[in-house]
């Protein structure tokens, strides 16, 4: 307002004072000094009334100079009403076109100023180290989405008084927008299916960030939007939630992460529920140190248990989930022990020591080519660690034991897979041993597929191969995997054992997360170099290494022959495998147990391949398997609905 009284002040006095010199006349200082005076007041009241001093100046274009021409023009009009004599019209209209243009012209030199943020960064224009800093032009953005949550950014820009180095060049619609040519004095460059013209027409503006406003989502994955977008060099972003949107400094921007590409919802999760259950339990993790172990245990503290064990056989991973138990949960007792679960005396001690209610078991060796290069290895972790917590579970009367299994234990086409699902095995018949014979401890099977950056897997490797440089390398162009992100993991194996302590499943089952559809690991690399700004194939290529050994194209929830239950929960559901009498798999492991130890991998291999009969299925097999699967899903008679007849397959 100060700047337009200014502005409008020495126009009209330039205005008057050039047409009296041309006619001759003698300006009357009060006049003139009136006449100004009415002008500016005039125009300061429409713009105020009008609430056009809320809109930004860096965002003036030309939708906006109506709003400044108009109370100009009622101004005059009302200056010339009182001193009509004083000028003739032709001279009225010399005060109007100057002010007019000074106006305009000071909002336009405005933007230009703040666009380059001078007079904000004047005071940092050095670094601390005294060296001259280069000012940057800023940041040519494209809002990816049309509506409210777009709207409410675009008030909240206006509002505030700082700059955010942002100039919005355009707003693209994820769908098309029919007769809407701006928005909120920002225009409108039609779809995003349109991109690569509009990136051509905008030319020397070409975009250096894409920002995702949430708007105009409903069918459309972020990884679908990120796949139309790949001839662009840009950084991209999320736009906050509205109640999110920060009226401070500037826009709280949010990186697109992986898990944003999976395309489904959250999944539901009762905290309330699962607090009751856990709250003042003492609760043992095995592996409390790895991707899964660790978020349980954010998640298990979160619920105010009495007492955590954390349990792992590295002494770094231990160190660093006990360092932040201390500063995020001080006032939760714990203890942590380094424990081979292997080593059956020290499970035992421990657990006798400490007499844990809930155990969960993450401990496991989980990569293929290292399990399948060391079968005896892999079979004593899994299986006879397994084991070994179980016995000292029903030892201690402990209330549940939960078993984090795998995807690979489904048709197993590798040693890892077959020793998880014999694991698995060994469980479902302790649960059903100790059910029948009014035991105190109930046995949870949760299995799921890969975790989306969990340690060791796919997309922390592809972050280091984009760090080095590329190339990122894929084993095979059509293989797929399950993913899920690992607090949605950890979140419901809890409420697989809040569904199985309260009763609500069928007993002797495995529970199975819902995970979606499968993910193609070359479609997952994309994303990776998309996300990174870079562009898959032209900055960063992509290689095929071949499929290692025991790994599968394709991988299977559950088997064809295993009967799918419902639950209360959306996302659970209850795989019933064939069924093991504890007799027979505790002489099984028994057995192979003794050639492990003696280190007999060939024996390991073979009573494997005896115990789980469908160890080795190929990979068109498998595809078949899992089409078949989800076709059942999807139908009306199968699926979360599906009720079991309660049969089973003979071993």
């Known amino acids: 307002m100060i700047a337009d009284i200014v502005v409008l002040s020495v126009s009209v006095a330039v205005a008057v004072s050039l047409v009296f010199a041309m006619t001759g006349q003698a300006a009357s200082a009060v006049n003139l000094l009136g006449m100004i005076a009415v002008i500016a007041a005039v125009h300061a009241g429409v713009m105020y009334s009008t609430g056009s001093y809320r809109m930004s100046w860096r965002f003036f274009s030309a939708s906006d100079i109506m709003r400044c021409l108009v109370p100009v023009l009622l101004a005059v009009c009302a200056a010339a009403a009182v001193w009509r004599s004083m000028l003739p019209v032709a001279g009225w209209i010399v005060v109007f076109g100057t002010c007019a243009v000074a106006l305009i012209t000071a909002r336009c030199a405005a933007r230009l100023v703040r666009s380059y943020s001078l007079f904000r960064k004047m005071p940092s224009l050095r670094n601390p180290l005294g060296r001259p800093r280069t000012l940057r032009a800023p940041k040519q953005v494209l809002m990816i989405g049309y509506g409210e949550n ?57 975009p250096d960030m894409l920002i995702l406003t949430r708007d105009q989502l409903d069918g459309h994955s972020v ?116 424990l081979d679960v292997r080593d059956r005396d020290a499970v035992f001690r421990l657990m006798e020591e400490r007499k844990p209610e809930f155990v969960f078991h993450a401990a496991a060796l989980k990569h293929v080519p290292i399990v399948e290069a060391q079968p005896c290895e892999g079979l004593l972790t899994n299986v006879v660690g397994s084991q070994n917590l179980a016995d000292a579970a029903v030892a201690v009367r402990a209330r549940a034991m939960v078993m984090v299994s795998t995807d690979k234990a489904v048709n197993p086409a590798n040693v890892m897979g077959a020793t998880k699902r014999l694991a698995e ?119 095929y290494t071949g499929l290692r050994p025991g790994e599968k194209l394709y991988e299977e929830l559950v088997h064809e022959a295993e009967n799918l239950v ?39 291999v073979r009573l494997l391949k005896v115990y789980i009969p469908e160890f080795n299925t190929t990979a068109d097999e498998a595809k078949r398997i899992r089409d078949k699967a989800i076709g059942a899903a999807a139908s009306p008679r199968r699926g979360f609905g599906l009720q079991s007849s309660g049969s089973s397959y003979p071993n």
């Open 150 to 206: 777009l709207e409410a950014f675009l008030r909240s820009r206006h509002n505030r008084k700082t700059d955010d180095d942002l100039e919005i060049t355009g707003v693209i619609g994820i769908k098309p927008l029919n007769h809407v040519t701006s928005f909120r004095g920002i225009p409108v460059l039609g779809s995003i299916d349109r991109m690569e013209s509009i990136v051509q027409d905008l030319g020397n503006r070409r």
């Open 223 to 338: 990884a679908e939007i990120l796949s139309q977008i790949d001839m662009l060099d840009a950084e991209i972003a999320w736009l906050p939630r509205t109640d999110q949107l920060d009226t401070g400094n500037g826009p709280n921007l949010r990186p697109i992460r992986l898990d944003d590409l999976l395309s489904r919802p959250a999944k539901s999760f009762d905290a309330l529920a699962c607090k009751s259950l856990l709250s003042g339990s003492r609760v043992l993790l095995t592996g409390a140190g790895g991707s899964i172990g660790s978020e349980l245990v954010r998640q298990i503290a979160a619920l105010l248990p009495g007492e955590i064990i954390l349990a792992d056989s590295s002494e770094h991973a231990l160190y660093k989930i006990d360092c932040e138990m201390g500063v995020s949960f001080p006032d939760i007792p714990r203890v942590s022990a380094i």
């Open 425 to 543: 095995a060994y469980c479902q018949a302790m649960d059903a041993h100790t059910h029948k014979h009014g035991g105190n401890t109930r046995f949870v099977t949760v299995r799921f597929g890969n975790v989306l950056g969990s340690n060791g897997s796919v997309v922390p490797l592809f972050h280091q191969q984009l760090m080095a440089g590329g190339p990122l390398t894929v084993t095979h162009p059509d293989v797929e995997r399950f993913f899920m992100t690992i607090p949605e993991a950890s979140r419901l194996i809890l409420e697989a054992v809040l569904a199985r302590m309260e009763g609500r499943t069928v007993d002797q089952g495995i529970f199975v997360l819902d995970m979606g559809a499968p993910v193609k690991i070359i479609d997952l690399a994309r994303q990776v170099i998309r996300l990174s700004g870079l562009r898959p194939d032209l900055d960063v290529k992509i290689v």
């Open 566 to 604: 419902s639950t209360t929960h959306p996302s659970l559901m209850i795989a019933q495998p064939r069924f093991v009498q504890l007799q027979t798999v505790q002489n099984q492991l028994s057995v192979i147990s003794e050639a492990a130890r003696a280190g007999n991998v060939e024996e390991v």
